[in-house]
């Protein structure tokens, strides 16, 4: 299935005008139609817009653009589709450009990296006897930094963690503490009415729930 815009080549990088709008100087007014793309990542349920612009895209292909982590390689997982612009809608973004063969591969190789250093620092969690459980570990697409995920029930000394990690990978290493919540949203589940939590498909902020709502 292709997405029909003007043709481009597969390997030829994607030039908008604007890679990103800020409120500033937007090329974008109050009301103008714009047309997006939806685009997923690899560990996350949900997808995100991109402006289309004018280039052909495959249903399933893969292109290289900015997530919540810099940019990495996700794949098209929607048609095109018509909103109007709002100032909230800002920063509105556009693919970086289309995944070479060398991307797709580094995104392999990360993957490998990434299930390695999830056992090195399980180890090193049993090491330091944190109470903490690591979720998932993410290396950006430059391979310069690393980022491990983790959920806890209160604030964790991890400086040793830290240090040690460091050591052993050689790189950046940043640890970043989430909630339950936020890995449900990111790998996605179903509630106890049957259907996708809200969290994971179409919630942006979850709010607080305190313990008087649910009595």
């Given amino acids: 299935m292709t997405i029909e815009t003007n043709t481009s080549s597969d390997q030829q990088p ?12 937007s090329r974008f007014r109050d009301g103008q139609e714009l047309t997006f793309i939806r685009v997923r990542f690899p560990g996350n349920s949900k997808s995100f817009p991109f402006l289309l612009g004018s280039h052909t895209f495959k249903y399933g292909q893969k292109v290289l653009a900015q997530s919540d982590r810099g940019l990495a390689v996700g794949y098209i997982n929607s048609f095109p589709y018509k909103k109007s612009f709002e100032k909230e809608m800002l920063p509105v973004l556009t693919i970086a450009r289309f995944a070479t063969k060398d991307d797709i591969k580094q995104q392999e190789e990360n993957m490998f990296k990434e299930k390695k250093a999830e056992l090195d620092c399980n180890e090193l969690i049993e090491k330091y006897k944190l109470d903490m459980t690591l979720t998932h570990v993410e290396f950006m697409q430059n391979g310069k930094k690393v980022v491990f995920y983790f959920t806890a029930p209160a604030r ?4 040793g963690l830290v240090k040690d990690l460091v050591g052993v990978l050689k790189i950046r290493v940043e640890l970043r503490q989430i909630s339950v919540r936020d890995r449900t949203a990111a790998i996605g589940a179903l509630g106890v009415c049957g259907l996708q939590t809200c969290c994971s498909s179409f919630l942006q902020d979850y709010g607080h729930v305190n313990i008087k709502m649910p009595k």
């Fill in 156 to 159: 964790v000394d991890f400086r």
């Fill in 14 to 25: 994607i030039n908008e005008n604007i890679k990103k709008s800020d409120g500033s100087g």
